[in-house]
């Protein structure tokens, strides 16, 4: 029985090695996994750095409202506050956005039976 105070991960470290050993035995399998590596790394830093930019633009609008008379404190927490909120809300935003996407491309054999289906009828 183990007593560590954090959940077994060794099915990681199996499926990992399954992985690596599969792709090892074809190179093809490898590169795709290569592949898609690479394009889920762009994807994340294309996302953090819009996010970033987002940031900055959220937190300079406690500076721009207080110019146009509105009377929001110009604190550093305040303008944190605002970056986080801003940058957040973009994260969140991607996400869904993706999801949509992705359960699109899932949902397309679906659409297909059922547009048959009424065609049929």
Same mark, same amino acid.
């Given at each position: 029985?183990?007593?560590?105070?954090?959940?077994?991960?060794? #099915?990681? +470290?199996?499926?990992?090695?399954?992985? @690596?050993?599969? !792709?090892?035995?074809?190179?093809?399998? &490898?590169?795709? =996994?290569?592949?898609?590596?690479?394009?889920?790394?762009?994807?994340?830093?294309?996302? #953090?750095? +819009?996010?970033?930019?987002?940031?900055? @633009?959220?937190? !300079?609008?406690?500076?721009?409202?207080? &110019?146009?008379? =509105?009377?929001?404190?110009?604190?550093?927490?305040?303008?944190?506050?605002?970056?986080?909120?801003?940058?957040?809300?973009?994260?969140?935003?991607?996400?869904?956005?993706?999801?949509?996407?992705?359960?699109?491309?899932?949902?397309?054999?679906?659409?297909?039976?059922?547009?048959?289906?009424?065609?049929?009828?």
């Amino acid at each position: 029985m183990d007593l560590l105070p954090f959940p077994d991960i060794s #099915f990681i +470290k199996t499926t990992g090695s399954f992985i @690596i050993d599969i !792709a090892q035995n074809n190179p093809p399998l &490898l590169f795709l =996994f290569f592949f898609l590596f690479v394009m889920i790394a762009y994807k994340t830093f294309q996302i #953090f750095f +819009k996010a970033f930019i987002i940031g900055v @633009i959220s937190a !300079a609008f406690p500076i721009i409202a207080n &110019l146009l008379g =509105f009377s929001i404190p110009l604190t550093i927490e305040s303008l944190i506050s605002f970056g986080m909120l801003g940058a957040l809300s973009y994260i969140v935003y991607s996400l869904l956005t993706s999801g949509g996407k992705v359960a699109k491309i899932i949902s397309f054999p679906f659409r297909l039976i059922f547009r048959k289906r009424k065609s049929k009828q």
